[in-house]
């Protein structure tokens, strides 16, 4: 099994990235890609817009007999290509950036396989998703679709754009963490990455249930994320938790302005247990801020590099 390496959000400016960004045609997928492009204005990127279509009724067993399956598949097809092509005019009249190019990929998929495939097949650097806005108690943290890419890409970071969210230079970015992982600089480099783009200060934040002085471990990560940082303006914060590890949070992001929240995933990260907090505490999470999930380092496969089925469109 060849391990998981890191592929930079900001590599060099002699690179082209590539970003992914999945789109069902609605305006917050439209607010994702916005964001995205305002992001690497000043970069060269290949954007790869991807729709998946599945049809649910193709799979149902209570289907009619005579159904024409392949016909109903042709129109599902028809309709996620035009449906690409208006999204690549839309965006070419909003973002004339010459450094920025365009392909689409229309596929008959479920959404998190069809990802991990273009992931490993075409190098992406970064996944740009929307998220939804609250729904009451139906909110499951910030959209499922969502959720599950964070739960399932394990070698590509996630970028999750909150609905509606008017991009703002993230000069000030959070990173939450409790200290008890040992992390490698590597994994730590989308973040490092990030805050050098943007001349931004990190500010790293650890939620306690009540505050208590670090163990010698946590002592020893902070020591190490630290030296990690050094070339980086960065701030340790110590909260303590209100009701639950995501509600802590939003009122800490809100309270400093922040304008980025970033988090590593792994066992028993925030990231994790935010994912698993009951409905009743979780509630009050609605994302507000986008929310950079790096995925853990060897959790997945390197990249692989296989033929392209995507329809190249060019600025």
Not at 50 to 63: D, K, Q
Not at 247 to 256: P, V
Not at 261 to 281: C, D, F, G, I, W
Request: hydrophobic share 45%; proline share 4%; glycine share 4%.
């Amino acid at each position: 099994m060849v391990p998981y390496t890191f592929v930079a959000i900001f590599p060099s400016t002699t690179l082209m990235k590539n970003i992914l960004i999945p789109t069902d045609f609605s305006e917050n997928a439209w607010n994702a890609a916005r964001y995205a492009m305002d992001l690497f204005k000043n970069e060269k990127c290949i954007f790869h817009l991807l729709n998946v279509y599945t049809p649910a009724i193709a799979s149902s067993r209570f289907m009619a007999a005579n159904f024409d399956g392949a016909a109903f598949e042709d129109g599902a097809h028809l309709h996620s290509e035009r449906g690409l092509k208006t999204w690549v005019e839309r965006i070419k009249k909003w973002d004339n950036n010459p450094y920025h190019h365009y392909k689409t990929i229309s596929s008959f998929s479920f959404l998190v396989d069809e990802i991990k495939d273009t992931v490993e097949n075409h190098n992406i650097n970064l996944i740009v998703t929307g998220t939804k806005g609250a729904s009451g108690m139906e909110e499951v943290f910030m959209g499922s679709n969502a959720v599950r890419m964070i739960k399932s890409i394990k070698n590509c970071p996630v970028l999750a754009i909150p609905q509606d969210f008017d991009f703002v230079t993230p000069t000030e970015i959070a990173f939450a963490t409790d200290f008890n992982r040992f992390y490698a600089q590597s994994e730590l480099q989308p973040l490092i990455e990030m805050a050098k783009a943007f001349g931004a200060a990190i500010r790293i934040v650890h939620v306690q249930y009540e505050i208590m002085a670090l163990t010698e471990l946590q002592q020893f990560n902070l020591g190490m994320l630290r030296k990690y940082l050094k070339n980086v303006e960065h701030y340790v914060h110590t909260v303590s938790e209100l009701n639950s590890v995501s509600k802590t949070l939003e009122a800490f992001t809100n309270e400093l302005d922040i304008h980025l929240l970033a988090m590593l995933n792994y066992q028993h990260s925030y990231m994790e247990r935010m994912t698993r907090e009951p409905v009743v505490k979780r509630v009050a999470f609605h994302t507000q801020i986008p929310l950079l999930v790096i995925p853990e380092l060897g959790m997945g496969l390197a990249p692989k590099r296989k033929s392209s089925g995507q329809n190249a469109v060019s600025n």
